[in-house]
Nanobody, 124 residues
C-alpha cells in the first residue's frame, strides 16, 4: 500500500513553467513505476509521463515531449514533473500514480495507486 500526495499546481501564463511534486508514503517507493496523468473537464484521464524504478527509462506523451520532464528521487520518495513552455491546452488536474511492477505502461488502469490531484491552469 502506498499513499501519494501531489503539490505544485497553480495558475500560470502561457509560456511559463511549473514543477509538480508527488510524495509517496512507505519504504518501498523505489519498487514502484511512477507516472503522471492529467484530466481536463469532460475528458478522459490521459497519460503524461512515466519513469522506471531506477530512473533509467522514461516515457513522455507526444503532446508534452520537449516541454515536460519526469524525474524521481528515491531517497526522498518523490517524483517530479517539470513543465516548461506551458500552453492553455495543458490545463487539467494532474495526478500522480504508482504501479508495483516492472515495465512502463501508459494506460491508467495499469496503475494501482493514485493521488488526489493538483490543478494546473494555464492562461492565454
Amino acid at each position: 500500500q502506498v499513499q501519494l500526495v501531489e503539490s505544485g499546481g497553480g495558475l500560470v501564463q502561457a509560456g511559463g513553467s511549473l514543477r509538480l511534486s508527488c510524495v509517496a508514503s512507505g519504504r518501498t517507493f523505489s519498487s514502484y513505476i511512477m507516472a503522471w496523468f492529467r484530466q481536463a473537464p469532460g475528458k478522459e484521464r490521459d497519460f503524461v509521463a512515466a519513469i522506471s524504478r531506477s530512473s533509467m527509462t522514461t516515457d513522455h506523451a507526444d503532446s508534452v515531449k520537449g516541454r515536460f520532464t519526469i524525474s524521481r528521487d528515491n531517497a526522498k520518495n518523490t517524483v517530479y514533473l517539470q513543465m516548461n513552455s506551458l500552453k492553455p491546452e495543458d490545463t487539467a488536474v494532474y495526478y500522480c500514480a504508482a504501479r508495483p511492477a516492472l515495465g512502463i505502461l501508459t494506460h491508467a488502469r495499469a496503475y494501482d495507486y493514485w493521488g488526489q490531484g493538483t490543478q494546473v491552469t494555464v492562461s492565454s
